[in-house]
């Protein structure tokens, strides 16, 4: 498989839940990102690696959310004590670089649905 | 802060018609401006993009012009296909703001036959 990939693709939990969600970049990617996209509306960024560390994680709505990345590779998004307001699609991109012009290549998300 | 307003949709429209979709931008410095489209069950996927003023991006019969001084961005097909239907995405990276893209609310084109 060449592309991003992200598990699960569907994830329904109850509020008050913790859930993990993960993305594979492309091999060679060195740059990763999060984002959260609400139905109707365009991707948020929520944070963003290069390489294990988070070089940006200003997009995180609070402090319920958090993102590792050890091996500067497969990357983890982690929900604590969810809330329905956390039900969207958690969407992962990967690059070869971090520049401005350079194209980021999206998973197929995984949609989060807090009952 | 740095935005993107696109205009709202649904378009929709008949196979060979002419398609504009606009798309304007605030941001500090010189971004880079891109269009990404989501066709249905699929992920987002780049489109095309332009890096400086007066480039203009293309791909697949689409063109976007980089306007500098009408900060915009808007994207055009001279004739659409029932393969075009899709939500098309415009979107930013500041540079100097960081290096995520920020995207407008995405404009849903429904082509028919």
């Known amino acids: 498989g060449a592309g991003v990939s992200q598990t699960p693709s569907n994830k329904v939990t109850e509020k008050g839940k913790y859930v993990e969600l993960r993305c594979d970049p492309i091999?060679?990617?060195?740059?990763l990102y999060w984002y959260r996209q609400s139905l109707g509306q365009g991707p948020e960024f929520l944070i963003y690696?290069?390489?294990?560390?988070?070089?940006?994680d200003s997009g995180l709505p609070n402090d319920r959310f958090f993102a590792v990345r050890p091996e500067g590779s497969v990357s983890t998004l982690k929900i604590q004590r969810t809330e329905r307001g956390d039900s969207a699609v958690y969407l992962c991109?990967?690059?070869?670089?971090?520049?401005?012009?350079?194209?980021?290549?999206f998973g197929p998300g995984t949609r989060l649905t807090v009952l | 802060g740095n935005s993107v307003t696109q205009m709202e949709g649904p378009v929709t429209l008949s196979e060979e018609a002419f398609l504009t979709i606009n798309c304007t931008y605030t941001?500090?410095?010189?971004?880079?401006l891109f269009w990404y489209v989501q066709y249905p069950g699929e992920g987002l996927q780049l489109l095309l993009k332009?890096?400086?003023?007066?480039d203009k991006g293309s791909n697949k019969g689409f063109e976007a012009t980089y306007r500098k001084e009408t900060t915009s961005f808007h994207l055009e097909k001279g004739s659409v296909q029932v393969s075009d239907s899709a939500v098309y995405f415009c979107?930013?990276?500041?540079?100097?703001?960081?290096?995520?893209?920020?995207f407008g609310k995405g404009t849903t084109l429904s082509v028919s036959s």
């Open positions: 991109a990967s690059t070869v670089t971090s520049g401005s012009g350079a194209e980021q290549f």
């Open positions: 091999s060679g990617h060195t740059a």
């Open positions: 690696f290069q390489g294990t560390g988070a070089a940006d």
């Open positions: 941001a500090t410095g010189y971004p880079s």
């Open positions: 332009a890096t400086k003023a007066d």
């Open positions: 979107a930013l990276i500041s540079g100097q703001a960081g290096t995520a893209l920020i």
